[in-house]
């Protein structure tokens, strides 16, 4: 992750941190009743994700911003709109993309994920802005037949799936399972897919995948820490299979555990993150090579354990 990202993540955890000693443990519910009203969306009328989402609703609630709608110079630009008095208002938003090289030794195209960071800025500022493209009656609840790709990520990761428990989802390190509540279960898929990639996220830490060390009890660095890894992990799955992910039922509980772990260790955003790119990264290489492995004959996805770098 290079400095600007570092420093951006570093802006936006002040920002969460601020936010959750003012409100305590109902820290959730000013964003939460500014997305209820509106999503953030960029101009391109795509929702923002993961911690984008949280940090771009706090700015609505900081600034007063009536429009949940956000885009960057470009993109006003392209839409054939202008920014008036905008000067020192750009947010800025981290996002996590696969980059494409060719290999100099192989010649080979290959990709590699990254940090992306944007500035953003609130339609209040685009002259003569009319949100003609946003329908007060549009439904913006996600069908199931949008997250294909999603579902089959999850399939081709060769996890184990139970449901064993039918009102939690959590990964056991014990038996190496994930469980998940029905589909049925949840509002609607993003709220699924959300929980589901980020029970992926624990899944990557397991000794013979990444070697993480989980927090055993509630509350502990330790625990906080993975907490957040496997959020950023299924922030940025989400982000990749386009699935508008909803910030977590329980993630009031983590809080003061997290408060805690970003304020006695000033870099475990930065470290939170690099290890999100890692287990984001496995996933999409175990999918890719139970793929290959389909094609080339088997009927069903192995279990990954170690991928070839």
Not at 91 to 103: A, G, M, Q
Not at 261 to 286: G, H, R, V, W
Request: charged share 25%; proline share 3%; net charge neutral.
């Amino acid at each position: 992750m290079d400095k600007r990202t570092t420093q951006v993540m570093t802006e936006i955890t002040n920002s969460c941190i601020s936010m959750m000693e003012e409100h305590g443990s109902n820290w959730t519910k000013p964003w939460r009743d500014i997305i209820a009203k509106g999503q953030p969306l960029s101009a391109r009328k795509r929702h923002y994700n993961g911690i984008n989402r949280i940090n771009l609703a706090m700015y609505m609630l900081k600034r007063g911003y009536t429009s949940p709608v956000f885009g960057t110079f470009k993109q006003w630009q392209s839409l054939g709109y202008r920014l008036k008095d905008a000067k020192g208002k750009g947010i800025n938003v981290v996002f996590w993309s696969l980059i494409k090289y060719k290999d100099k030794k192989t010649d080979e195209e290959k990709v590699f994920p990254k940090w992306q960071t944007y500035t953003v800025f609130n339609s209040q500022y685009v002259e003569n802005w009319k949100g003609d493209f946003l329908d007060d009656d549009q439904d913006l609840t996600q069908d199931w037949s949008d997250v294909l790709d999603a579902e089959n990520l999850a399939q081709l990761t060769g996890a184990k799936f139970v449901n064993e428990d039918a009102n939690s989802a959590y990964y056991r390190p014990s038996n190496d399972t994930i469980n998940m509540p029905s589909k049925e279960q949840f509002k609607d898929a993003s709220g699924y897919y959300g929980t589901l990639f980020h029970e992926l996220g624990h899944w990557t830490g397991a000794k013979h995948r990444l070697d993480r060390k989980f927090g055993t009890r509630f509350g502990s660095d330790g625990y906080a820490f993975e907490e957040l890894i496997a959020e950023l992990t299924s922030a940025i799955l989400s982000g990749l299979t386009k699935v508008d992910a909803e910030p977590r039922a329980d993630h009031a509980k983590y809080l003061n555990g997290w408060i805690k772990c970003l304020k006695d260790n000033p870099d475990a955003i930065q470290k939170a993150a690099s290890a999100a790119d890692k287990a984001a990264t496995f996933i999409l290489e175990a999918a890719e090579q139970n793929t290959e492995s389909c094609l080339s004959g088997r009927d069903q996805p192995v279990t990954v354990t170690k991928v070839a770098s």
